[in-house]
T-cell receptor
Framework: DTAVSQTPKYLVTQMGNDKSIKCEQN?????MYWYKQDSKKFLKIMFS???????INETVPNRFSPKSPDKAHLNLHINSLELGDSAVYFC????????????FGDGTRLSIL | AQSVAQPEDQVNVAEGNPLTVKCTYS??????LFWYVQYPNRGLQFLLK??????LVKGSYGFEAEFNKSQTSFHLKKPSALVSDSALYFC???????????????FGTGTLLAVQP
């Protein structure tokens, strides 16, 4: 009964390619997030959606475009991949209220050759 | 703007001994504080939170944390460490004054806990 699931788990591709990561949650949450964890394990939020509406949009390059077809799904599309995009990308979900914990997927490890 | 600091990159403790992982925070309003644990190749798992009420909060796997407003700290503790507790621990804070989805959860840099048998 995976609560937050991401696909693929590993993504190895070349510079300049376009790739997508998918995320689905079955917890009934109305808010979903994308985080980037770098090689030093530092975790930073990229985007947040609430009921399909973009709420948080950090200073992320325009090459990154999130899409939320419904409140249970949040996908991340990345254009023109660069070496610096290599990282682990985590999807998370929570209820809207700020006192509720976030639930994380197991991450997508993106490696750019 | 809120921030959170975890001053120790790594904490080493012998199995059976008590452990403490330190966290200090800075927010404008009332803090909502969280601890998460990350095992290798896994996502973050929620351990416990402080929102309001008793300063000592208990969470999963025998962990607890003490909220100290005067010292702006929220240290994670466990009376007796297990080898299986070895993992990366993250403290996180959100400003409760402005709650809701638009208010970001800010994570510390993480502390690696190593429990020796």
């Amino acid at each position: 009964d995976t609560a937050v699931s991401q696909t693929p788990k590993y993504l190895v591709t070349q510079m300049g390619n376009d790739k997508s990561i998918k995320c689905e949650q079955n917890l009934g949450h109305d808010t979903m997030y994308w985080y980037k964890q770098d090689s030093k394990k530092f975790l930073k939020i990229m985007f947040s959606y609430n009921n399909k509406e973009l709420i948080i949009n950090e200073t992320v390059p325009n090459r990154f475009s999130p899409k939320s077809p419904d409140k249970a799904h949040l996908n991340l599309h990345i254009n023109s991949l660069e070496l610096g995009d290599s990282a682990v990308y985590f999807c998370a979900s929570s209820q809207r209220e700020g006192n509720q914990p976030q639930h994380f997927g197991d991450g997508t490890r993106l490696s750019i050759l | 703007a809120q921030s959170v600091a975890q001053p120790e990159d790594q904490v080493n403790v012998a199995e059976g001994n008590p452990l403490t992982v330190k966290c200090t925070y800075s927010v404008s309003g009332n803090p909502y504080l969280f601890w998460y644990v990350q095992y290798p190749n896994r996502g973050l798992q929620f351990l416990l939170k402080y929102i309001t009420g008793d300063n000592l909060v208990k969470g999963s796997y025998g962990f607890e944390a003490e909220f100290n407003k005067s010292q702006t700290s929220f240290h994670l503790k466990k009376p007796s460490a297990l080898v299986s507790d070895s993992a990366l621990y993250f403290c996180a804070v959100r400003d409760g004054e402005y709650g809701g989805a638009t208010n970001k959860l800010i994570f510390g840099t993480g502390t690696l806990l190593a429990v020796q048998p």
